[in-house]
């Protein structure tokens, strides 16, 4: 299975993307993270971009906060499919990292979650892995079957203590 690549601009921005990590070893999938910046290591976050997919890359998901450009610059440099997290690490409370996330030009594609969305990026990442193998497919099903069954037994039980 081709791995996904989690990367994010800043050590601080760690807590927001354990959901993220928690999702991918539960599907088993094979990822790496690193800290690169689009601002800080330009060349660093261009270089693993432009290797990619030739080092077994399937997806990159890029989590970034305030001037969020890391998502868009990764995209730039690869044809993979990028997944931007806009994180909240800034006084504006993560809309600054969503409109620096979401608001890509025409012909550079960024598949951008919601803000904090790491658990969805996960999932997603999963999801566009899942088009070529069943086994993966599979287990997002069984995912989804149990969160089915979890909404319906609140349903019930909200109906119980009403
Ligand atoms: C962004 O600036 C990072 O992704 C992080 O969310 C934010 C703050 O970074 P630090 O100053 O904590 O390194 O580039």
Same mark, same amino acid.
């Given at each position: 299975?081709?791995?996904?690549?989690?990367?994010?601009?800043?050590?601080?921005?760690?807590?927001?993307?354990?959901?993220?990590?928690?999702?991918?070893?539960?599907?088993?999938?094979?990822?790496?993270?690193?800290?690169?910046?689009?601002?800080?290591?330009? %060349?660093? !976050? $261009?270089?693993? /971009?432009?290797? +990619?997919?030739?080092?077994?890359?399937?997806?990159?998901? @890029?989590? *970034? #906060? =305030?001037?969020?450009?890391?998502?868009?610059?990764?995209?730039?440099?690869?044809?993979?499919?990028?997944?931007?997290?806009?994180?909240?690490?800034?006084?504006?409370?993560?809309?600054?990292?969503?409109?620096?996330?979401?608001?890509?030009?025409?012909?550079?594609?960024?598949?951008?979650?919601?803000? %904090?969305? !790491? $658990?969805?990026? /996960?999932?997603? +990442?999963?999801?566009?892995?899942?088009?070529?193998?069943? @086994?993966? *497919? #599979? =287990?997002?099903?069984?995912?989804?079957?149990?969160?089915?069954?979890?909404?319906?037994?609140?349903?019930?039980?909200?109906?119980?203590?009403?």
């Amino acid at each position: 299975m081709r791995k996904v690549a989690v990367i994010m601009g800043s050590d601080s921005d760690l807590p927001a993307l354990r959901p993220c990590f928690e999702q991918l070893k539960v599907l088993e999938i094979p990822f790496e993270a690193h800290v690169y910046s689009a601002h800080r290591t330009p %060349d660093a !976050a $261009a270089d693993f /971009a432009k290797s +990619a997919r030739e080092n077994g890359f399937g997806v990159l998901i @890029a989590a *970034a #906060g =305030k001037a969020a450009h890391l998502a868009g610059a990764l995209a730039a440099r690869t044809t993979l499919p990028v997944i931007g997290i806009p994180v909240k690490s800034s006084t504006l409370d993560g809309l600054d990292a969503l409109l620096s996330t979401v608001q890509m030009p025409s012909g550079m594609p960024v598949a951008t979650v919601a803000i %904090d969305g !790491a $658990a969805n990026a /996960a999932l997603l +990442a999963a999801q566009i892995l899942a088009v070529s193998d069943e @086994a993966l *497919a #599979g =287990k997002l099903a069984d995912l989804r079957a149990k969160q089915t069954k979890k909404v319906l037994e609140k349903d019930a039980a909200l109906n119980i203590e009403l």
